[in-house]
């Protein structure tokens, strides 16, 4: 066994990679998938603890009856980088404690993948026993958002703003090529998922 205990690893890939898809695959070969996104989201969700310190930072109005206005929010902090770190700063504890409960709540025998978009801008690969990156080339990443009714440009401007694949595969313990077909990354996915679990 390579790995003792509850194995917590990362997965992680650009915008558009494959790593949702992927995260599935692994769920459905046993994985506890956690997305951080969604955690994220559910943070800031119906009568959150943190919905009172959101207004106090942020302003009253914010929240109506017990929810939190989103898009007055995201209006806020979109153009403001101060105000955007206050609100990580804020969301990132609540988090790592929804996380933290969830992994506390499983056997040892457990294996958590982890999707979180931005492990390595954030340089989050020490908390996790390894990280999973999944590459797509651009081209394909670009039709495949395309698809799913993500402009181009806008594409090209989420992906200037995070790491390169050269940066991801540094931290990479293992890597998964999402450039064929489903299956082929199904059976990538089973590749890894032995490796991790042999
Ligand atoms: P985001 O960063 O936007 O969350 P992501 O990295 O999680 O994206 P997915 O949502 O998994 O990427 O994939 C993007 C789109 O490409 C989805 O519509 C998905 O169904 C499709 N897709 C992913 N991999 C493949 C594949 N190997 N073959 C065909 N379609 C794929």
New binding site residues.
Partial sequence: MLYCGLVYIGLT????????????IFMDLGAVVIDA?EQARAALGSNSPLLPQIELAFGPGLVVSGELDRQALAAKVFSDDELRVKLESLVHPEVARRVSAIRSSLSDDAVVIY?V?LLVEKRLESQFDAVIV?H?PLE??LE??E??G?SRDDATARMGHQASDVERAALATYEIN?????E??RLQCETVWNAITA
């Fill in positions: 890939g650009g915008i558009g990679s494959g790593k949702s898809t992927a995260a599935k996104d999707d978009p999944v797509s394909l990443r495949r958002l698809s799913r993500v999402n450039d064929g077909d489903l082929d990354l």
